[in-house]
């Protein structure tokens, strides 16, 4: 089957949805507009004396979710073993604090957004 934009597609979705690209999502932006960046969507002061518009670092955010997630659950796993309840259900709330930043920012970069 041919995209919107000529090519054919191999069968594979690799995460774009079947509505296509040249569709918008229902805050009115297309797949194409994700892949170059929300201009001044992080940074409202953006544009002044000629600064270039910030970006999401969002792999680095995924990648220090993704450690905290790891630290946390196995600290909790050393307080239960060390008789430590409540600091463990610190931990463990604080990993699943983690589980949904990771899912968030890993949702965030399938749809496009560059970082």
Do not use: I
């Not at 544009?47 to 995924?62: D, E, K, N, V, Y």
């Not at 060390?82 to 699943?96: C, I, N, R």
């Not at 968030?104 to 560059?114: A, M, S």
């Amino acid at each position: 089957m041919d995209r919107p934009d000529g090519s054919a597609s191999s069968g594979s979705s690799s995460g774009r949805t079947s509505r296509g690209d040249d569709r918008p999502d229902r805050h009115g932006r297309t797949r194409a507009d994700y892949e170059r960046g929300l201009p001044d969507h992080h940074d409202p002061t953006a544009g002044f004396g000629g600064a270039s518009p910030a970006l999401s670092a969002l792999t680095l955010r995924a990648v220090l979710a993704a450690f905290g997630l790891v630290f946390c659950a196995g600290a909790a796993w050393f307080a239960f073993a060390a008789g430590l309840p409540v600091l463990g259900w610190v931990l463990v709330v604080l990993a699943v604090v983690a589980l949904v930043d990771l899912a968030w920012v890993l949702h965030r970069k399938r749809r496009g957004e560059p970082g």
